[in-house]
Every structure is written in C-alpha cells, then in structure tokens.
C-alpha cells in the first residue's frame, strides 16, 4: 500500500512528536503525554485498513490511503484507504447486487431484526475497546465516549431491530366514482428504498453510523457508508462486528475518503436511491446539488445555533448553571445541537455567567485516553483554527471574554472553555456555529424580548428552557423554531426520540419511528374483485 502525503487543506497536519510533558493538569493547561493504548486496540491498529465491499476488505482502487491523526498531539495512528469515485462505484455495485439478487430481501422480518440486534450485542462486548478507539481517535475523554457514544450505538441498534417486525402498511377502503358498483382490495406495503448512500460527520464517529445503519438496516435497505476523513476508525471496526453478526455481504460497504472526492461521488452516483447526511449546512446544501442527477431522496441533519434561556424563576440556578456549561462543553462544543447562544433574563444574568465561567475553568484539559480528562482536543488542526478564527473575531469585533478566548497549550488541538459577553447580534459569533466550547451569553428582559430574539437565527436544531412556570415552559417550547426543546434539562438522546432540524438544520428526523419514513417508500396496491 502507498500511503500518499495529504494535499490541499490536510497538508497543514503534521506527524508531530509529543511537545510538551503532562503537566498535572488541573483546569485548563492542556496536557499531552500520549497514554498506551491497550494490547488488544495497538494490534487492531497495526493492522492495514481496508474498505468493506461486498463482503470482503479491499484497498483503494488506487492503492492510495491517508493518514489518521491522534488530536491530542498530532501524531499519526493509522491508515484508511483514500476512496475515490471509482472505489464508490464499486460500493454502489455491491450493494445493488445484495440488494436486488442476495438473501437480504428473501430475509423475514425477524430474521432481519435479530441480525441488526446481534449488531448492538456485539458493540456491547466491545464496548471498552471501541470507546478507546473513538477516544483516540476523535480526542473525546475515553469515559464519556464508554457511557455515551458507545451504549447509546448499541441501544439505537437494539431499537431499531425491533421495528423491523412492525413495519406496516395499511387496508384502505375506496370509493372510486367512475367505477360504479365495482369492488376492490387496496392496501399500502412499506418497502425499503434500495441502496442508500451515508455521510458522516466526525462529532459522535462510532454513533452517527449507528444513527444511519440501525434504520436503514431494521427497513431492509443496503447501504454505502462514508465515515468522515478525521475519524475514520471505529466504522471500520464497526464493519468487522457487521459481518461477524452475519450481515451478507454487500449489505453495508464502507468507504473512508475525503469529502470533496469520495463524498462527493456518493452523493451524485445515479445508482444510489437515496442519501443521508450529517454535517455542515453548507455541505448539506453540496448534497442536495449532488443528488438532483437521479433525483435521489435526501435526508439532512445539519448545524445549528441553538438557543438556552435561563429565567430567573428557575427551580434551582445551580443546575440551571450546570445545564447551561453542559449544553455548550459537552464533546468540547463539538455538538450540531450545543447550547451555544445563552439568554438569561437580566436579574439573574451576572449569577449565572459567572457560575458557568467557573465551572468552564474547573474543565481539566487533555488528552482523551487519560482517566481524569473532561475535555479533550478539538478534532482536528482544521477545527482548532477555525474555533480560535472565530474568537479572534469575536475580540476584534468589541466582544467581553470572560474566561477562555484561546489554545489552551502549545500542542495537540486543545483550546479553552470559553464564555464570551457584550456581544451584538451581527457579530459573527453571535450568528454562526462554531463548533467548539465557545458560549455567547446575553441578557433578556422577559418572555416577549426573548423568543424573537432566540429564533433569530437561520439554525432551528434545539433550544434548551429553564423555568419552574410550566405555562411559561409550554409557551416557551410551543414558540420556539426548534426540532428538540429540552426543559429544564439538556442534551437529552434516546433511540426512540425523534431528532432533526427546522429550518436550515435539516431535512427529515433521525431515530425514533419516524426515521423508518426515511428508509421506506409506500407501495398502494388495488385488487379489482369484479
Ligand atoms: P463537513 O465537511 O460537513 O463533513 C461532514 C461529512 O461530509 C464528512 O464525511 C465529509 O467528508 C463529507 N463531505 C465534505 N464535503 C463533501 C462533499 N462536497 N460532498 C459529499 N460529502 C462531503 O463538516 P466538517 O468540514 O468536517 O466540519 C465543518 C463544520 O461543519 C463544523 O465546524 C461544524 O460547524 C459543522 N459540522 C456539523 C456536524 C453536525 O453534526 N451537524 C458535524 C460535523 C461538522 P470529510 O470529512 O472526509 O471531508
Ligand atoms: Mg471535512
């Protein structure tokens, strides 16, 4: 295998050493003394990584791979196979073929369904190897990635295998008036869409292939999935449990790549039905381009600029403080719904900045795979500038950092917790998603100041409430251009949750029942009975 150096935007990535020692690291100094990694996760990576395509690994067409980064410091931890259009295309051919000629669709229901829960057993047995894998690889501390990301991929598996049984259609009576005393049998089957192209994000790696793969499977579609170039990893794993599930071949293909190229392939291939995307708007709004060529069905769950209010007759301000450093550090901010805009009514507005600031420095810094670390690297070199661009504006533009407003260490991506005040709605870290453990926080004078004032935004992902006035909540939730509104709570998942965006946040929802929308088309059949 030739391993090629990356070009263009990646080339700023380098194969750096460690720089600095651990530090004993409480609060915000970065450490970066890289941990082991277990015996069993360093021999999974001295393996070579290949795509999965029908069934079997194979290197890129081109014999070309890119490297995989550790972001707690820079160093390199892997190979994936650079995919391009040609390697797509073979994906695409597999899945069709296990679409329209393997056992796949010959499966009952149940049959299916226990595959897609082996699927969430198998994630379980590995539940520590694969949180240290996503931990290394993206930089999310090891333990949230072992209480989150990784049980949350196998409930949503386990979710899902359950509909695959309830997945129905109905008995309709008609009345049709040109056919006067006719008699008929209609009724509507629920059919999978066929072969169904997934791009996802590197946020949540190992659970937004669960997110895609658990409904596409549970509804009987195949699928082509392309995990994000910064964390391409645990779908690769993850595609090792598909198989040793007993999923055939050709029902799920994974194909690492970058965007612009492999990406770009699956959105615009003629032979792909349907495609589902996680990630930038502006991307999103790439994929809808893409997709007009066979005028493919498009699902989009895209970023957001989600709004948190605090009034003042909040049950309890600790844990509305609490809930308000949560909504924006959690995953280092790196969340499509991160509470990010923070809008506390004027009296109480000092209280609360000032506790969520303090808890923002009481954030130890480091790399993932250390046990005490509760915030980790940005992802990436590329997420770190574009993070520290925007403070940089922020500043510039007249705007109070309150605490944080900077890299935190000299290497590795790690920047601050920061909260940011005096802000002006034109400011561009008012109005656009960063992406990181940033938080703009204002100050409202009451209900009617404050939901005009928390639409505004093009983004309607979510928005956090926290009141004890149950009318006011109600009122609150009702206004509020939101797909999920948490009350007197936040970043709330479940697998039988509907999640997706309003406005420019997306197209459709993912989990929950309605997410089998998506991977189903409705067949109306009609039986003349003379
Ligand atoms: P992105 O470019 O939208 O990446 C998401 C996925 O789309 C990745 O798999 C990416 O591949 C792929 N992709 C990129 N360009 C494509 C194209 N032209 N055609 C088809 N697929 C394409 O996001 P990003 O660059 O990683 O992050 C940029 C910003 O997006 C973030 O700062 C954040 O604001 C937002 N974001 C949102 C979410 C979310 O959950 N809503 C998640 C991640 C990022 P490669 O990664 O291989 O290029
Ligand atoms: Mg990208």
Redesign the pocket.
């Known amino acids: 295998m030739k391993t090629i150096t990356p070009t263009s935007r990646r080339a700023s990535r380098t194969n750096k050493p460690i720089l600095t020692p651990a530090r004993d690291g409480h609060g915000n100094g970065a450490r970066s003394a890289r941990p082991a990694v277990s015996a069993g996760l360093a021999k999974w990576l001295a393996k070579p990584k290949r795509n999965l395509v029908g069934g079997d690994w194979v290197e890129a067409a081109s014999g070309r791979t890119f490297e995989v980064f550790n972001p707690a410091d820079g160093s390199v931890i892997d190979h994936a196979p650079d995919s391009k259009k040609e390697d797509i295309h073979r994906a695409v051919t597999a899945a069709r073929k296990a679409f329209e000629e393997g056992p796949w669709r010959r499966m009952t229901p149940s049959e299916r369904g226990k595959l897609v829960w082996r699927v969430g057993d198998l994630i379980l047995r590995h539940a520590d190897q694969l949180a240290e894998l996503e931990s290394l690889d993206n930089g999310k501390p090891r333990s949230v990635a072992r209480v989150a990301d990784v049980p949350l991929a196998a409930d949503l598996f386990h979710y899902m295998a359950g509909w695959a049984t309830k997945i129905e259609g109905n008995t309709i009576p008609i009345s049709v008036p040109y056919a006067p005393g006719a008699r008929f049998h209609a009724f509507t089957a629920r059919e999978p869409i066929g072969v169904v192209g997934q791009?996802?994000?590197?946020?949540?790696p190992l659970l937004?292939a669960a997110w895609k793969l658990g409904p596409a499977l549970a509804a009987g579609n195949c699928v082509v999935l392309?995990?994000?170039?910064?964390t391409p990893l645990s779908a690769l794993r993850l595609g090792e449990l598909l198989l040793e599930a007993g999923l055939p071949e050709g029902v799920v293909n994974i194909v690492t790549?970058?965007?612009?190229t492999?990406?770009?392939a699956?959105?615009a291939h003629e032979d792909v039905d349907k495609v589902a995307?996680?990630?930038?708007?502006?991307?999103?709004k790439?994929?809808v381009r893409?997709a007009a060529g066979n005028l493919k069905k498009v699902s989009l769950?895209?970023?957001?600029k989600s709004p948190n209010v605090v009034f003042k007759d909040t049950e309890n301000l600790a844990t509305a403080i609490d809930g308000a450093a949560n909504a924006i550090f959690f995953n280092h901010g790196?969340?499509?719904c991160a509470g990010s805009r923070l809008l506390v009514e004027q009296d109480v507005f000092d209280e609360v900045v000032a506790g969520v600031a303090e808890r923002a420095k009481q954030i130890k810094l480091g790399p993932g795979l250390d046990s005490d670390t509760q915030m980790g690297p940005m992802v990436s070199e590329?997420?770190l500038r574009?993070v520290t661009r925007y403070m940089n504006q922020g500043k510039q533009s007249g705007a109070c950092f309150f605490t944080g407003g900077g890299r935190a260490g000299d290497s590795g991506y790690f920047v601050q917790p920061t909260v940011v005040t005096d802000v002006k709605p034109k400011m561009s870290i008012v109005r656009e998603?960063?992406?990181g453990p940033v938080l703009v926080a204002e100050k409202f004078s009451d209900l009617e100041d404050v939901i005009p004032r928390a639409n505004q935004t093009p983004y309607g992902?979510a928005a956090g409430v926290w009141t004890r006035d149950l009318a006011k909540a109600h009122r609150v939730a009702e206004a509020l251009r939101a797909g999920t509104v948490w009350i007197n709570c936040y970043n709330i998942f479940d697998a039988a949750l509907p999640f997706g965006g309003y406005k420019q946040s997306g197209w459709g929802r993912e989990m929950g029942h309605e997410v089998l929308e998506l991977y189903t088309q409705t067949k109306a059949v009609v039986i003349g009975l003379g």
């Open positions: 791009i996802i994000p590197w946020n949540f937004m392309k995990p994000a170039e910064q790549g970058f965007g612009e492999a990406g770009a699956l959105a995307f996680t990630g930038s708007t502006e991307v999103g790439l994929i893409a769950e895209l970023g957001g790196q969340c499509c590329e997420q574009r998603e960063i992406f992902l």
